[in-house]
């Protein structure tokens, strides 16, 4: 009798396993449930993310749209107060062009030489500019007699002139709302060889009287980027004429062509705009 207990004892120990084993199905269920529950809001982080990156692109869109609209809305800088550019004297000349070069024939001769219209590539009026109808401009061709009068002694220079093969002479000429008058004359010769040697062979003396003294060897200042092709010589005067201006000149031999660049100006005007159309000038003849 007394195992029995025991083993009515030892059927106890099933019913507590039981009821563990029976209480295990509730956590199983409600972990299922919570399965489920997290089951459909998975896909929230995602959607959140992509939320974040369209509301960041659309912020980082307005604020570029916000600084062109700022950049493309501001003053000129020349019209806010106190930070205009002061301008140092140059003329405001049209955009530079050139005609397209012309490729000589195998043994025609013409290797050294332009085969376009050289008025083409003569110096453009400044916008302010008042032209000298007595020039021709782009629209004609300067009588040598014209170009012989800016020399005191004449006879020598038509001498060299016509045997160096003087074609024809492009010329035109301004006067500027600052009082500056500039002359630009381009001397056309058979070949770059004919021209440099005028050039050479005459020197200072080919150049016009309207500088009669004055600093020999100039040289255009580095900012106006002449060409180092281009062979420069001229003369800066350094008295006042007789209508009170000063004279500046320069020869530009480039190629067949030899350059001259003329101008008088009043005493307070600086040399610059000598030295941009002397700069232009040459670009030109590249």
Do not use: C
Not at 46 to 55: A, E, K, N, Q, S
Request: net charge negative.
């Amino acid at each position: 009798m007394t195992g029995q207990p025991e083993t009515v004892g030892a059927t106890s120990e099933p019913e507590l396993v039981g009821a563990a084993d029976s209480a295990a199905p509730p956590d199983t269920a409600s972990a299922g449930a919570v399965d489920v529950a997290e089951g459909p809001s998975a896909p929230r982080p995602r959607r959140l993310r992509g939320v974040l990156r369209w509301t960041a692109a659309i912020l980082v869109f307005a604020a570029v749209a916000g600084g062109v609209t700022a950049l493309t809305t501001l003053p000129d800088r020349d019209k806010l107060p106190r930070l205009g550019t002061e301008s140092d004297g140059r003329h405001d000349y049209p955009a530079l062009s050139v005609p397209p070069v012309v490729q000589p024939e195998f043994g025609s001769g013409t290797a050294t030489q332009r085969l376009y219209d050289i008025r083409l590539v003569l110096l453009p009026r400044p916008k302010s500019a008042v032209r000298d109808k007595a020039f021709p401009g782009r629209d004609g061709w300067l009588p040598t007699e014209k170009y012989l009068s800016l020399f005191a002694d004449s006879a020598p220079i038509a001498g060299v002139l016509r045997d160096h093969g003087l074609r024809h002479i492009a010329a035109d000429a301004w006067r500027t709302p600052d009082g500056t008058r500039t002359e630009v004359y381009l001397l056309h010769f058979d070949s770059r060889e004919i021209a440099s040697l005028y050039y050479e062979d005459m020197g200072s003396e080919a150049l016009p009287i309207a500088v009669d003294s004055g600093e020999l060897g100039y040289e255009p200042p580095d900012e106006f980027n002449t060409p180092t092709f281009a062979v420069v010589r001229g003369r800066l005067g350094e008295t006042l004429d007789a209508e009170g201006l000063l004279g500046r000149v320069a020869m530009i031999q480039s190629g067949d062509i030899v350059a001259v660049v003329l101008t008088r100006s009043p005493a307070d005007v600086t040399r610059v705009p000598f030295d941009q159309a002397v700069a232009l000038q040459a670009q030109l003849l590249g």
